[in-house]
């Protein structure tokens, strides 16, 4: 009776010891659960915000690309359009029509000017002219029966002079009429149409000289 009692105590703590076991197997499963469910919940938490992250910076890309874009072209072609005023001047030399504001003329006494004929090409000489001052012998294409355009100019001092000369920017044409004007210089002998205008007489006419260019071979 003893020995099956024995046994039977012996069956029951067995029976505990393995209860036990199991059920700290199950605690443990349990909790390698719980900690892999949350790692993978984090992990889950850490894509997502990622991607946000990653979507919101292609969004400010593509923002910033296109505003370069709308924009950049804008500017471009406002620095376009200014590069081609500047070709247009350039080779226009200078337009006649843009001057604001237009200084008093210089009335000058015993100044005269005489121009020829003569061929076309890049320089333009002047027979005589005689000044009171240092002043600019300026050369102007037509504009329908009016000075247009500047083509060149130079300096020369008070004096008389013969076979002066002016070399152009832009060439004069065949068959084609031209004019010259005396300028005065405001003293820094930089030629400046807006500040250096046309000299007049005592009855306030400009002293300008016209000519003609032949058809013949340019100088």
């Known amino acids: 009776m003893e020995t099956i009692l024995f046994r039977l105590k012996e069956d029951t703590y067995s029976a ?48 910033f690309g296109i505003g370069f874009l709308v924009f950049g072209d804008k500017e471009g072609a406002s620095n376009d359009a200014t590069l081609e005023e500047v070709d247009s001047t350039t080779e226009d030399i200078l337009d006649l029509g843009s001057a604001s504001e237009t200084p008093a003329p210089v009335v000058v006494d015993g100044v005269s000017l005489v121009v020829s004929d003569q061929n076309f090409g890049d320089t333009v000489f002047v027979d005589s002219v005689s ?34 000369s002016v070399t152009l920017l832009r060439a004069t ?47």
Do not use: C
Request: proline letters at 2%.
């Open 16 to 63: 505990q010891e393995e209860f036990n076991a199991l059920k700290a197997s199950s605690r443990k499963k349990k909790r390698k659960m719980d900690l892999h469910n949350k790692n993978t919940r984090m992990e889950t938490e850490n894509n997502i915000t990622t991607k946000l992250i990653v979507v919101a910076l292609l969004s400010l890309l593509v923002g």
């Open 131 to 164: 000044l009171d001052r240092a002043s600019w012998i300026v050369v102007y294409e037509d504009n329908n029966g009016v000075a247009g355009n500047i083509l060149g100019a130079h300096l020369y001092d008070e004096g008389v002079l013969t076979q002066a």
């Open 173 to 219: 044409e065949p068959a084609s009429l031209y004019y010259v004007k005396i300028h005065a210089d405001d003293g820094d002998r930089e030629f400046d149409f807006k500040k250096d205008i046309p000299v007049v007489d005592s009855a306030q006419q400009e002293i300008v000289g016209t000519f003609t260019t032949s058809d013949g071979t340019p100088r």
